[in-house]
């Protein structure tokens, strides 16, 4: 085979790989950092035709991705339930992190998963800043709710954070509307969500953000899959059960689609996540 398998199994502070040269491994740890992918990058230098392969978990591995393919190396960013549901067919019992990287290289050397495209630049920056004012407006929320039980001596640490705080979510929401109004494809796509029913001006860089780049979605109900709307079906024996899928972007989470009052009207039984973290549709 020309090409060599790589198996990265990703996590917060480093990262292992596993090479898959045939039947055996060459594996080493780094550390998830941008120096730490500098030496990824150069030990990568070794194999022929290398094609990287991880898990999308969370956002771990976003720069680990971007460097790589924007460097050229092969990259294959594939759904964490695929290489779970590989590992089974394998009756796999270790669970270690350089034991699930040679698991990932076995799955790319079987299957040859599709390449990840990365999101363009514009797409990149646009992210960011959704992200950053998310939590901005989560720490205004925390503090806000402070103040409702806070002792009177800190009332006025609280205000004074919230208002700091409030002046940078308007700082990052002017930065998101002139993100966008400087991108002509940002543009031309904003001005099309805001002619649709139901879609929100918050809502809309949120869409852009995680549905706007190339290979995203091919289909409406690819978009919806991705926004944990599609509801999944199971049935056992005589008993029939149907539970919404488990959402993948937590920003996306209900928002993207105009059936999303019917959505809320069909689960007023179940308002918010359940014991088990997911939330069930009718």
């Known amino acids: 085979m020309s090409r060599t398998p790589i198996g990265v199994d990703i996590a917060k502070a480093k990262f292992d790989a596993a090479a898959y040269l045939n039947g055996k491994y060459k594996t080493k740890g780094f550390a998830n950092t941008p120096a730490g992918i500098t030496a990824f990058q150069a030990w990568l230098a070794a194999f022929t035709e290398p094609h990287v392969c991880l898990e999308a978990t969370s956002i771990y591995g976003e720069a680990l991705s971007e ?12 759904n964490p339930a695929r290489i779970a549901a590989f590992a089974k067919t394998e009756l796999a019992r270790t669970k270690t992190d350089k034991g699930d990287a040679k698991l990932i290289a076995r799955f790319c050397a079987l299957h040859t998963p599709e390449l990840w495209q990365p999101q363009p630049r514009s797409i990149r920056e646009l992210r960011a800043l959704v992200r950053r004012l998310e939590n901005l407006l ?3 929320q925390m503090e806000d709710n402070r103040l ?7 009332h006025d640490s609280l205000r004074t954070m919230m208002t700091a705080l409030q002046v940078q ?7 998101i509307v ?11 796509r904003r001005d099309l969500l805001d002619t649709i029913p139901g879609v929100g001006k918050a809502a809309i860089p949120v869409l852009l953000s995680v549905l706007a780049g190339p290979g995203r979605c091919e289909s409406a109900k690819q978009c919806a899959a991705f926004a944990g709307l599609t509801p999944s079906e199971g049935s056992r024996a005589s008993t029939a059960a149907r539970r919404a899928c488990r ?3 937590t920003r996306c989470y209900a928002r993207p689609c105009t059936c999303l009052q019917w959505w809320r009207g069909a ?3 179940s308002s918010g996540p359940s014991a088990s973290g997911s939330r069930h549709g009718a």
């Open 267 to 269: 689960t007023t039984q």
């Open 138 to 140: 989560e720490m205004h």
């Open 169 to 175: 979510i308007d700082l990052v929401r002017a930065q």
């Open 67 to 78: 460097r790589l393919a924007d460097a050229g190396v092969q990259v294959s960013v594939v």
């Open 247 to 249: 959402r993948p972007e």
């Open 178 to 188: 002139q993100h966008i109004d400087n991108d002509p494809d940002l543009r031309g």
């Open 148 to 154: 409702q039980t806070a002792d009177l001596a800190v």
